[in-house]
């Protein structure tokens, strides 16, 4: 290099740092938005909700852009679902943990049944009485259980309708993640904080725009890869086939929808640029 080009680098370099410095920011904050550090994660809830969502989950997987799902595993598909997973490896599967729905695994946890002495459905009645030593032992049974179903632990946590996230739950919720050093979702930013605080890993952001039956379609989901900010995002979404085993719920062929979407060619090519990654990553 020339001495002349040498010093006009240096010159650039300097007033680049400069302006950076007048603008409040600090060359690294700069540089890492620059260089492209943005990773995605793509999450199925519901595994093992059905035998035909399971199935969508990893065709998602394969096809489309879905990199990470979780397990519930207090239902009668729980098992078939964990044997699928053996193929695709590098699906990663976490813990979607139920508190509202299902079979519950603890010996004794009254506070959370309902009527029919399933865990209960009814989320208003359910906030309203449960106890929080009933939430810790629920969820002590259901990672046991998953640990029995795989022979592993699971990449993450999240859970069924966010009840992790609820104020009377989070606390417990978060100190078995801590206990176990597994990440946790986060869906909010004052929910990420509270997790932080405890050390327990999670990701930057959260896009839970399709939580509701109908939410993603092709133009929403679009927007949302192509304005992905710096650092970790977890998207949820609830792909699968509809199933007879759906029969008591809302979100049935909008499963099929998500399926289809995640796996089009313009929603892959959305994602170029970003790390497809798994909460195995964190």
Request: charged share 25%.
């Amino acid at each position: 290099m020339s001495a002349q080009r040498l010093i006009c680098t240096m010159f650039l370099s300097e007033f680049a740092t400069d302006v950076l410095r007048w603008s409040g920011r600090s060359p690294r904050v700069a540089m890492s938005g620059r260089s492209g550090m943005r990773r995605l994660i793509v999450n199925a809830d519901d595994f093992g909700r059905a035998p035909g969502v399971s199935r969508g989950i990893v065709e998602a997987h394969r096809a489309g852009i879905l990199t990470s799902t979780t397990l519930m595993v207090n239902l009668p598909w729980s098992r078939d679902a964990s044997d699928l997973a053996v193929s695709v490896p590098a699906l990663g599967v976490g813990l979607h943990l139920s508190f509202c729905y299902g079979e519950s695994l603890a010996s004794d946890a009254p506070s959370l049944l309902g009527d029919d002495e399933l865990l209960d459905r009814n989320l208003a009645r359910l906030q309203g009485r449960l106890l929080v030593e009933d939430i810790d032992r629920e969820a002590r049974a259901q990672l046991e259980r998953f640990r029995k179903l795989t022979g592993r632990n699971p990449t993450h946590i999240d859970s069924h309708q966010h009840v992790h996230s609820w104020p009377e739950v989070r606390e417990a919720v978060a100190q078995i993640a801590q206990e176990n050093d597994l990440p946790l979702r986060a869906i909010d930013a004052d929910h990420r904080a509270f997790l932080r605080q405890l050390g327990v890993r999670t990701t930057d952001h959260f896009v839970g725009d399709f939580f509701s039956p109908g939410s993603m379609t092709a133009d929403r989901l679009l927007i949302a890869l192509e304005s992905l900010p710096d650092g970790d995002t977890e998207l949820m979404c609830h792909p699968g086939y509809d199933d007879a085993h759906l029969a008591d719920s809302s979100f049935r062929r909008e499963r099929e929808v998500e399926l289809m979407l995640l796996c089009r060619s313009d929603v892959r090519q959305a994602t170029a640029g970003t790390s497809l990654v798994s909460f195995a990553d964190l």
